[in-house]
């Protein structure tokens, strides 16, 4: 019978498993701290595997370092035995909810869900800090004496761990940074699918350094673009030299060549270009050559016959459409002909407003972003104006500006993560953009409950941390989307369909970082003393419930914390199951021998019991084998206590 580690995994371990699968020879074994046998590489045989492309440690070489890049790297590796614990108190539809607000430090987090949304997000989204110089605080995990930092905040977070500033003061402004961004980023990338992206927000001040480390990162080829967005407008009188009117969106692929073609919702302004209409709907002349063109492309270069007979051929270019769908759309008299002031012929096709699906077109995404679409950052100050009543929140994205990026990008049931939420914008485009296309977009908020100020509006709201606004902004722009939605119902236009309310998700699970569930002894047994054992009758803590346990198992078997949980007593005991049959959990000290028939006929994928759940050894191997009578293909797993 399994034991769980109750620890977010060794990525170490899986780095080396990596290379075992590419140079089995160069792995041996080796004996950890506690003198047990482990995987290990040789490096220097390594070194001669490669010999012929190895850089030596004085050689010069193109890449982006900076002080701390190396303890960034392996904090990024090592596990942490953090858990998350659910608070349903401040969570909405607990129970039915798919989407998660997670409080606590990004980096934590990201560690403690990687096994669970491994290659699952579409795409993430962060804001940042940007590094200016008196907005970047962060926790401080770093093994530096107290003299390396010019300033130090002196406030703790809600766990009594330090918080930092990094001021432009500080020796590692830059270093700092970048070693926040890289160790999270380092682990953000294996939450993407394979076609999943991921969007930057960015000012001019670490714009370069952040680049260079998404190459690293992401590799360089998978960058895709960058957006300009124009974020002010008007204003700017007392700035010294040049008046800073727009921020830049950084675009990275996981794997650019699985990325499909992308195309966004035009803007209005291009509507009037279908100036024509015929039984089709609007459309306007399209010219069908295509100039400066790769001609590598047979199927789209081949004569075509004018209206006088003669062949238009067509060089150095393409035909936008091949022969056979040209004869259709001919066919169908969406091509024209026409002679240009040199007398040859230029031929045209129709491009439609609609598609043959009744579906408005959409366009390539263009670079620089357009305000009518995306709005200001004004416009994100009124939005929550127009939910709160008051601007609690400084210079908020745009619901606009991330409903644009999530509708070119996700498919209707992609999974969508901001590990830098703040005022929760993020959220509140999901679902906006799901009420406008019927979609079922499921978001992951991060944020780290810093503290307000306390002479801020948010601060007298009765806001104490940035947490707790992105929390109440989304209750608040649920609440709103709804009305909204009875409102738009009851102003139907012929044939038009109501859109059901209830079936919208506008609810979330919070889950909040906490130590582990364990005591110390369950991670260092060597450690206990004799003496101590008549003392300890759990390893589990004191404080924790059953709900703690099974979320931090959800986790430990890389389980989605949006699946669905049933709770049931089932003879005398309480029983939690996930997912109908994914997981079925009891944390009872006295199970009732007769369950194992009850759950064997949900032919659950695992079952998870408590050590103690069994009045001896014999009871545990009698659970396992009658598993295997009645459900052999169930894996049975304890919590040791």
């Known amino acids: 019978m399994d034991k769980l580690k109750m620890q977010t995994p060794d990525l170490t371990d899986k780095n080396i498993e990596?290379?075992?699968?590419?140079?089995?020879?160069?792995?041996?074994?080796?004996?950890?701290?506690?003198?047990?046998?482990?995987?290990?590489?040789?490096?220097?045989?390594?070194?001669?595997?490669?010999?012929?492309?190895?850089?030596?440690?004085?050689?010069?070489?193109?890449?982006?370092?900076?002080?701390?890049?190396?303890?960034?790297?392996?904090?990024?590796?090592?596990?942490?035995t953090k858990t998350l614990r659910p608070c349903r108190e401040e969570s909405v539809n607990f129970d039915t909810t798919q989407n998660l607000y997670i409080e606590g430090d990004n980096f934590e987090v990201l560690k403690i869900l990687q096994e669970s949304y491994l290659g699952k997000v579409k795409m993430i989204y962060i804001d940042p800090p940007y590094n200016t110089g008196n907005d970047f605080i962060y926790k401080d995990d770093f093994a530096k004496s107290k003299e390396e930092y010019d300033e130090e905040l002196g406030t703790k977070d809600e766990e009594g761990e330090k918080l930092f500033r990094n001021t432009d003061s500080n020796g590692r402004f830059h270093s700092d940074w970048l070693s926040m961004m890289y160790e999270r980023l380092v682990v953000a990338r294996d939450f993407l699918k394979d076609d999943g992206v991921i969007f930057i927000s960015i000012d001019e001040n670490e714009f370069a350094n952040l680049k260079k480390i998404l190459n690293e990162v992401f590799g360089e080829q998978n960058f895709v673009g960058e957006f300009i967005w124009k974020n002010k407008h008007g204003g700017g009188g007392d700035?010294?030299?040049?008046?800073?009117?727009?921020?830049?969106?950084?675009?990275?692929?996981?794997?650019?060549?699985?990325?499909?073609?992308?195309?966004?919702?035009?803007?209005?302004?291009?509507?009037?270009?279908?100036?024509?209409?015929?039984?089709?709907?609007?459309?306007?002349?399209d010219r069908l050559d295509k100039k400066g063109i790769d001609s590598n492309r047979p199927n789209l270069i081949y004569p075509i016959e004018c209206p006088d007979g003669s062949l238009k051929d067509i060089s150095p270019a393409i035909w936008r459409l091949?022969?056979?769908?040209?004869?259709?759309?001919?066919a169908l008299n969406q091509v024209g002909f026409k002679k240009d002031k040199n007398g040859d012929w230029q031929i045209y096709t129709k491009t439609y407003l609609h598609d043959e699906g009744g579906n408005r077109r959409k366009v390539k995404a263009r670079s620089i972003l357009k305000q009518e679409q995306v709005g200001f950052t004004q416009n994100g100050n009124k939005e929550m104006e127009s939910i709160f009543g008051s601007r609690i929140f400084q210079n908020p994205k745009p619901v606009n500006l991330l409903?644009?990026?999530?509708?070119?990008?996700?498919?209707?049931?992609?999974?969508?993560?901001?590990?830098?939420?703040?005022?929760?914008?993020?959220?509140?485009?999901?679902?906006?953009?799901?009420?406008?296309?019927?979609?079922?977009?499921?978001?992951?908020?991060?944020?780290?409950?810093?503290?307000?100020?306390?002479?801020?509006?948010?601060?007298?709201?009765?806001?104490?941390?940035?947490?707790?606004?992105?929390?109440?902004?989304?209750?608040?722009?649920?609440?709103?989307?709804?009305?909204?939605?009875?409102?738009?119902?009851?102003?139907?236009?012929?044939?038009?369909?109501?859109?059901?309310?209830?079936?919208?998700?506008?609810?979330?699970?919070v889950y909040k970082t906490d130590d582990t569930n364990m005591k110390d002894v369950f991670y260092h047994p060597s450690e206990l003393k004799q003496g101590q054992l008549s003392f300890l009758k759990s390893n589990i803590k004191d404080d924790r419930t059953p709900e703690d346990l099974l979320t931090q198992v959800?986790?430990?078997?890389?389980?989605?914390?949006?699946?669905?949980?049933e709770t049931k007593k089932i003879l005398s005991n309480v029983v939690y199951?996930?997912?109908?049959?994914?997981?079925?959990?009891?944390?009872?000290?006295?199970?009732?021998?007769?369950?194992?028939?009850t759950i064997s006929d949900l032919k659950p994928f695992k079952v998870v019991f408590k050590d103690a759940s069994f009045k001896d050894d014999k009871d545990r191997i009698n659970v396992e084998e009658r598993f295997k009578r009645l459900s052999h293909e169930t894996k049975v797993t304890v919590i040791w206590v």
């Open 239 to 285: 700035s010294p030299f040049i008046v800073k009117e727009h921020e830049f969106v950084l675009f990275y692929a996981r794997n650019i060549q699985a990325l499909p073609q992308l195309f966004a919702q035009p803007t209005d302004s291009y509507e009037k270009m279908f100036r024509e209409e015929d039984e089709n709907g609007r459309f306007y002349f």
């Open 18 to 80: 990596r290379i075992a699968s590419l140079f089995p020879n160069v792995i041996t074994e080796t004996k950890d701290e506690n003198g047990n046998i482990k995987k290990a590489v040789d490096f220097d045989l390594l070194k001669t595997t490669l010999s012929k492309n190895l850089v030596e440690s004085d050689d010069e070489r193109y890449r982006l370092d900076w002080p701390g890049k190396k303890e960034s790297l392996l904090k990024a590796n090592t596990p942490i």
């Open 322 to 330: 091949s022969k056979p769908e040209f004869e259709r759309r001919k």
């Open 554 to 565: 959800i986790l430990d078997l890389g389980l989605e914390l949006s699946l669905p949980i």
């Open 403 to 509: 409903k644009y990026l999530q509708d070119f990008i996700t498919d209707k049931d992609s999974i969508i993560l901001d590990f830098s939420s703040g005022s929760a914008t993020t959220a509140h485009a999901v679902m906006q953009l799901n009420v406008e296309d019927g979609g079922n977009r499921k978001f992951i908020m991060v944020q780290l409950p810093e503290k307000t100020d306390e002479n801020s509006e948010a601060y007298k709201a009765g806001y104490k941390t940035i947490a707790e606004i992105g929390k109440d902004r989304i209750r608040r722009a649920g609440k709103k989307i709804v009305e909204e939605l009875k409102v738009k119902n009851q102003q139907l236009k012929l044939g038009e369909e109501p859109i059901d309310a209830s079936k919208l998700d506008i609810g979330f699970r």
């Open 577 to 597: 199951i996930v997912q109908t049959n994914a997981l079925v959990a009891c944390f009872d000290n006295d199970i009732d021998f007769k369950i194992v028939d």
